[in-house]
Structures are given as structure tokens and as C-alpha cells.
């Protein structure tokens, strides 16, 4: 059964890069039509999707965060990760890593599973 | 602002059936099939309860059920029970710009 794991610091600085890592166990990372995702909480408000990237390395981003958010894969350590730069405090959250399901023809589908989550603070 | 429009809150007695909205536009909603539900208990990671519109997952009970008109998608529990009290999200495919859109999320009560 596939289980993700976010992991990274729970305080960054204003200004700074935000840089998380999520593990991936009991499937592996490379599958064909794998693709991996991102999606952030707010304390006490809704979710936001981030990102999407395949396995191809081929990424997907918010249009509201295209300018600040990178996502990358490292299969050989089964990972995949987010940076976001420049973070203010708007930026506190919690971020979920998830696998969404693609169409045959691209379209972004359901997300399942979920890692637990790890907050994220942004203050000095 | 969220892009897909939910309730904040609704609520129900145990027993009864409740149903949250998910209104979205000819972009999103109005154009897919591609719709789902997530439940969240306070402290945890969502929970994919429905996908593409109206399909229920393995293992997810049947008292969650789903449907789609237009641009407005819906999610009901029925026969709800107390451990339904949870937020629920809805999502959808925004097309090839946009990608993925979330509600605002609804928080369900068991009275």
C-alpha cells in the first residue's frame, strides 16, 4: 500500500526559500502514469492545490504560485519535493504531499493517498 | 477566495440525510467529470471519499453518495452518524491552465 511522508524545517524565515521532501514507500516512485502532488492548508481555512509533477519530471503549477514554486523528483531516493521561494507569512500552512490520478488524455484527477501533513511557520 | 463555492457550515440529526453543494463554473465543474469529495477530522489529512463525480472508493461506505447537474456538484451522507462530523472539500479539473480548483469546505455537524 502506497504511504507518503512529508518531512523539512517547521520554521522559515521571511524572504527565505521553503523546502520540503516527501517519501514515498510500498510502491515504487518511477510507475508508469504515477504523477505526484502538493497541496497546502492554512491554519483554520481551506485547502490550496500547489503543484503536480510526473514522473516524467514534466510539472503543473498553481498560476497564483507558477512564479515561486518548483517541484522536482529524486527516484532514487523514492522523493519528491517543493520549493517555494520568497515566502511571507501568507505562507503558513500545512502541506500535504498526495498522488493524483491523471486521465489517459492528461486531465488531473482525484488525490489518494495523503501523507499526515507537516506545518510549515513562516516568521523571524 | 476558493475557486469552487461550498456552505460553510450544514447540519443534521442523526439518522437524516444532509447534502453539500460544490458551485463551480463552465470552466471547471460545468466542463468535467472530474469532481471529488475529501472528508478531514480536525488534526488529519483529507480523506478521498468520491471521485469523478460520483464513484466511491473501496472501502468507503455507501451511506456517501454523489451526483452532478451543470455546474454544481453535490455530496450526501445519509443515515449520518456522529463520527460524519468532519470538514468536506470538494475538487475539481480546471483545464489545462488553471488545473485543479478546491471549495472553501464545509464543516457538517451532527446535532
Known amino acids: 500500500q502506497l504511504q507518503l511522508q512529508e518531512s523539512g524545517p517547521g520554521l522559515v524565515k521571511p524572504s527565505e526559500t521553503l523546502s520540503l521532501t516527501c517519501t514515498v514507500s510500498?510502491?515504487?516512485?518511477?510507475?508508469?502514469?504515477?504523477?505526484w502532488g502538493w497541496i497546502r492548508q492554512p491554519p483554520g481555512k481551506g485547502l490550496e492545490w500547489i503543484g503536480n509533477i510526473y514522473n516524467s519530471g514534466s510539472a503543473y503549477y498553481n498560476p497564483s504560485l507558477k512564479s515561486r514554486v518548483t517541484l522536482s523528483l529524486d527516484t532514487s531516493k523514492s522523493q519528491f519535493s517543493l520549493n517555494l521561494s520568497s515566502v511571507t507569512a501568507a505562507d503558513t500552512a500545512v502541506y500535504y504531499c498526495a498522488r493524483p490520478s491523471v486521465t489517459v488524455i492528461g486531465e488531473w484527477d482525484w488525490f489518494d493517498p495523503w501523507g499526515q501533513g507537516t506545518l510549515v511557520t513562516v516568521s523571524s | 477566495q476558493s475557486a469552487l463555492t461550498q456552505p460553510a457550515s450544514v447540519s443534521g440529526s442523526p439518522g437524516q440525510s444532509i447534502t453539500i453543494s460544490c458551485t463551480g463554473t463552465s470552466s471547471d465543474v460545468g466542463s468535467y467529470n472530474l469532481v471529488s469529495w475529501y472528508q478531514q477530522h480536525p488534526g488529519k489529512a483529507p480523506k478521498l471519499i468520491i471521485y469523478?463525480?460520483?464513484q466511491r472508493p473501496s472501502g468507503v461506505s455507501d451511506r456517501f453518495s454523489a451526483s452532478k447537474s451543470g455546474n454544481t456538484a453535490s455530496l450526501t451522507i445519509s443515515r449520518v452518524r456522529a463520527d460524519d462530523e468532519a470538514d468536506y472539500y470538494c475538487s475539481s479539473y480546471a483545464g489545462s491552465t488553471t488545473h485543479v480548483v478546491f471549495g472553501g469546505g464545509t464543516k457538517v455537524t451532527v446535532l
Open positions: 510500498g510502491g515504487s516512485i518511477t510507475r508508469d502514469s504515477y504523477s
Open positions: 469523478e463525480a460520483t
